[in-house]
Each structure stands twice: as C-alpha cells, then as structure tokens.
C-alpha cells in the first residue's frame, strides 16, 4: 500500500511539474509569435511616429530563396527584371487579414504591369491557413514560414503587415508597415 501511495504522489508531482513547464514554454512561444522576426535593420531605425517597416526606399532587394505553398522555388532571381510586390503577413496580426483586399488591388495594378507578386504569411501553420488560402488568387507565390521567418528575415522587416514595392532594377520604391506608404501607383525606380 505504500508503494501505491508513493507512486501516486510521485505521478502526481510530474504531472504537476509538466503542466508547469508547458505553461511556461506556452507563453514563451506566443510571446515568440507575436514579436516580429529578428532582422536584419539596414540603418534605417525610426525613433517616433509610425514604425517602419526595415526596408526604405532605395535598398536593393535582398538575396533569397524560398518554397511557396505548392513546393516551387522562388529567388531573387525569378523576380528580377520587372517590378515585384512584396507582402510580409502573419497569423497573429489581425491587420493582415484585414490588409488582404488592399493588397490584392494593389496586386492586380503590378500584374498588370507585367510584375510579379509574393506573399510571405509566418505563423505556425501558415501552409495550413485561411489567410495563405485567401492570397492563393492574389499573389504569384504564397511563402508560408515559420515562426524564424527566413525571407523576411533576409529582407529586415520588422513588424507586419509589411509591404515593399521594387522597380524592374531591383530597388525599392516603396515600403511601409501597412498599405499607406504604398501610394496609389507604382512608381518606377530610377537607376
């Protein structure tokens, strides 16, 4: 009978620790989500106002490569030539879902100018997702991450919904947290 009680206990005190433990790793991991991705900031930091986004006007686009949701490769490369249309999403920006039909007019104006169109979406199930679903239509290709968000990382963004527009010679002309900074039309870049 002893033993029975001990090994209750002992049951009991694991279980106690392991539930512990997995609140903790819970909100170590949702604090992780909810911050953006460790970046790379180009000197362009902001001290007031609105937040940027860690890409300016000017910067070149960076060196990537990615696998959209369907399992293609997407480079740097692949985007060069034309202009591109960049957004950064997240599944836990409530933002984001609410940016999508903004983004997909702003979308259909690059297409239209023979661009090309990528959509990055971070989050634990980002393949899995309504939002990587609703961008599906939207952009050429639909980067799901994870949480260390590589591309976005490459590109020093820094908060989301993030958005960056680059002319045919890979600079960028426009980049904001949020649509705004966008403008009504794409403006090309001058070399």
Do not use: Q
């Not at 180009?42 to 609105?50: F, K, L, T, Y």
């Not at 959209?68 to 599944?91: C, H, I, N």
């Not at 393949?127 to 961008?135: K, P, Q, Y």
């Not at 020093?156 to 705004?180: C, N, Q």
Request: negative net charge; glycine residues 12%; aromatic residues 6%.
């Amino acid at each position: 009978m002893e033993y029975l009680v001990a090994g209750l206990v002992l049951a009991a005190v694991l279980t106690a620790l392991n539930l512990v433990l997995t609140v903790a790793v819970a909100r170590r991991w949702r604090a992780r989500m909810s911050a953006p991705p460790a970046a790379h900031h180009h000197g362009h930091d902001h001290v007031g106002g609105d937040p940027e986004l860690g890409i300016a006007p000017g910067d070149r686009m960076p060196e990537f490569t990615a696998t959209t949701a369907d399992g293609a490769t997407v480079t740097r490369d692949e985007l060069a030539g034309r202009p591109a249309l960049l957004a950064f999403l997240s599944l836990d920006c409530s933002s984001c879902d609410d940016s999508v039909p903004g983004f997909a007019e702003h979308a259909r104006r690059v297409r239209d100018a023979g661009g090309r169109v990528l959509a990055t979406v971070v989050g634990v199930d980002a393949a899995g997702s309504e939002l990587a679903a609703r961008l599906v239509g939207v952009a050429d290709h639909v980067v799901p991450e994870f949480l260390d968000a590589p591309v976005g990382a490459a590109f020093g963004v820094r908060f989301y919904p993030g958005f960056a527009h680059y002319g045919p010679d890979g600079v960028a002309t426009a980049a904001s947290v949020g649509l705004e900074g966008l403008g009504e039309t794409a403006r090309p870049s001058v070399p």
